[in-house]
C-alpha cells in the first residue's frame, strides 16, 4: 500500500513537468542577473527573488488561457525544410501567406518575444517598475523556450518517433541531474542586440536545426542499453520517482556532446541582452526613483488566479508532454 502510494504520487510528480522545466526557467533569470552594467544591477539584483519566481508565469498561464500555448514553440517543418525560406520573419508578410489562424496553430515565439520586448521597453520608458519586472521575467521564459530543439519541432515530444518522455528528459531531467554541480554559469556580459528580430529568429533556426540530433541521439543510446537499465526508481525533490535513470542520462548528455548546457548558456546570455537592449532603447532611465513600485489589488487577484488555475492542473491547448 505505502509503495503504491509512492508510485501514485511520483507518477503525479513525474506527469508535472513543464517547458524547460520550472527549475531551468528559474535558473536562467537567475544567472541573467549577473550578467548586467552596475546600473542595471541594482533594480535586478535586489529583485532577483522576484525575477526567479515569475520565471514560470508564462508555463502557469498555460493552465488559464488557451491561446498562450503558441507564444512557447513553433513547428517551423510544418512549412517546409531547413532554412525553411517559405516562412516569412515579418509578422504581417507571414500573415498574409498563411494567416494567422494557421501561424498560432504552428506557435509563433519568435514573434511573441519582440512583442514582450516592445513591452519591457515601453515599461522602461515609463519607469514602471513592476512592468519592467513582470516582462522581464516572462520575455525570459520565451527566449529560453526558442533555445529549446524540441520546441521548434513538430515531433515535440517524440510522439511520432515512439520516444515520448524525451521533452522533459532533454530541457528537465537532465538540467536538474547536472545542471549545479557540473554546469558553468561564468558567462560574461550582456551585450547589446542590434536586430532582436534576427537574433531570435537565428536561435530558433539553430534549434530547428539541433532537433534532429536530440532525436536520433536518444534512438541510439537506448540500443545501447537494456531497457530495464534506462529506468529507474530515483529521488527528485524528496520523493521515489520513476524515471530516465541516471545512467541512462550521462550516456544521453555525453552524446549530445554538452549541447543542453551549451543552450542554456546561451540563454542566460540571450534573457541578459535581451533586458539590456531593452533599457538601451529606453534611453537607459535610471532605476531608481521608479512609479508603480506596488500592486493594485487587481494585479494581486491576477497573481492569485494564475497559481490557481495551474494547481487544478490542466493545460488548456497544446501540453508540452503529450
Ligand atoms: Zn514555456
Redesign the pocket.
Known sequence: MKKGMLCFAGLLLYLQV???GFYMHEQINYHAVFLLPPQMMLLYKENIGYLTEHAVD??KRRYAVASEGAH?FMDIDHYGVYPFHDLPHNYKAAVEKFSADTLLAYGIVPWWVQTMLGRLTKAFRDKDRHFILKYSAEIG??IA?AHVPLHACSNHNGQLTNQQGIHAFWESRIPELFAEQKWDFFIGKAVYIPDPGAFIWSRLLESAAAADTVLRCEREVSFRMRADQKYAFEDRKGLLVRQYSTAYATLYNNALNNMIERRMRQSILAVASFWYTAWVNAGQPPLDHLTHDSLTLEEKQEYQTLNLEWKKGKVQGRDCEE
Do not use: N, V
Open positions: 513543464h517547458c524547460w508564462p508555463d512557447h521564459h520565451y523556450d
